[in-house]
């Protein structure tokens, strides 16, 4: 997709193309060797981890034991629950406000703006005892809300970052024919703003989705319950459970990354021109 916007020469292409390709493969070998792992017995693997399973002893029960014996669906439901409602949420708030901020004109704009990226540099571990705190105070400790609100609070900043900048790319001309046409600010925003705005969106639904699905800190602190539990909490607590079961425990994180891996699969060339739209444009 690059190649309309940079010419290479040969010798450069070979070069770019043998760094990908090694980086590619260190970045994939984890994987595959949870992968071929994850269908051994515990005895072959702590005989020879690098080694290869034999195709007649594959053991796919360790993953029926993960789902099942392990209670990963368990896990995985209620991260499915809090990813998938945690990006409405951020995408509904951070696309109007980042549109307030950026295409109307009022006077304390840039500091609302300011406020919102001064999220950005705060550690959410300088937090968490004041957020446990209050959360226990006002009943919300252990509960699918009070995970949901410090999740969607902390993906508001880098999701107003992103989207101010791709409306700021967005001619102000569309938005005054259709104001002489009759719409409404609302009837822009939904009709104009967010369809020019899809790839952004996409971009950053699949990025919060991801965070959320892979947050460990924040549903460690909250949720005590192990009905309750996030799948990265769960896996945690397996160590201790199931600690001695290793191959049960890769087809586990196995299970847990087959949703990353097919977002990204699916929504690979949305991602990509999510990422660049901005940047060649005008």
């Known amino acids: 997709?690059?190649?309309?916007?940079?010419?290479?020469?040969p010798v450069a292409k070979a070069i770019i193309f043998a760094f990908l390709t090694f980086y590619s493969?260190?970045?994939?070998?984890?994987?595959?060797?949870?992968?071929?792992?994850?269908?051994?017995?515990?005895?072959?693997?702590?005989?020879?981890?690098?080694?290869l399973p034999q195709i007649s002893n594959l053991q796919l029960k360790n993953y029926y034991d993960a789902w099942v014996t392990m209670g990963i669906q368990r896990f995985t439901i209620n991260s499915l629950i809090i990813s998938s409602v945690s990006v409405i949420f951020s995408l509904i708030i951070s696309s109007m406000a980042a549109y307030a901020i950026e295409r109307m004109i009022w006077r304390s704009?840039?500091?609302?703006?300011?406020?919102?990226?001064?999220?950005?540099?705060?550690?959410?571990q300088i937090i968490l005892i004041p957020l446990f705190i209050n959360f226990k105070k006002l009943n919300l400790l252990?509960?699918?809300?009070?995970?949901?609100?410090?999740?969607?609070?902390?993906?508001?900043?880098?999701?107003?970052?992103?989207?101010?900048?791709?409306?700021?790319?967005?001619?102000?001309?569309?938005?005054?024919?259709?104001?002489?046409?009759?719409?409404s600010v609302y009837k822009i925003?939904?009709?104009?703003?967010?369809?020019?705005?899809?790839?952004?969106?996409?971009?950053?639904?699949?990025f919060n989705f991801l965070g959320a699905w892979n947050d460990l800190l924040i549903p460690l602190v909250l949720i005590q319950t192990p009905e309750k539990m996030t799948l990265p909490v769960g896996l945690l607590n397996f160590r201790g459970?199931?600690?001695?079961?290793l191959t049960k425990m890769f087809a586990a994180v196995v299970i847990s990354a087959i949703p990353s891996i097919i977002i990204y699969f699916v929504l690979q060339d949305k991602l990509l021109k999510g990422m660049i739209a901005g940047a060649l444009k005008g």
């Open 1 to 9: 997709m690059f190649a309309k916007y940079i010419k290479l020469s």
């Open 25 to 51: 493969i260190l970045t994939l070998f984890p994987l595959i060797w949870l992968v071929y792992n994850s269908v051994k017995t515990n005895n072959d693997f702590l005989a020879n981890p690098f080694g």
């Open 109 to 124: 704009s840039q500091k609302v703006l300011n406020y919102f990226l001064s999220g950005i540099m705060v550690p959410i």
């Open 142 to 183: 252990d509960s699918r809300i009070g995970l949901l609100i410090p999740t969607v609070a902390f993906a508001l900043p880098t999701l107003i970052f992103i989207l101010t900048g791709f409306y700021k790319t967005i001619p102000r001309e569309l938005e005054e024919a259709a104001l002489i046409d009759g719409c």
């Open 189 to 206: 925003f939904y009709k104009i703003i967010l369809p020019l705005t899809m790839p952004a969106f996409v971009t950053i639904a699949v």
């Open 241 to 245: 459970m199931y600690g001695a079961e």
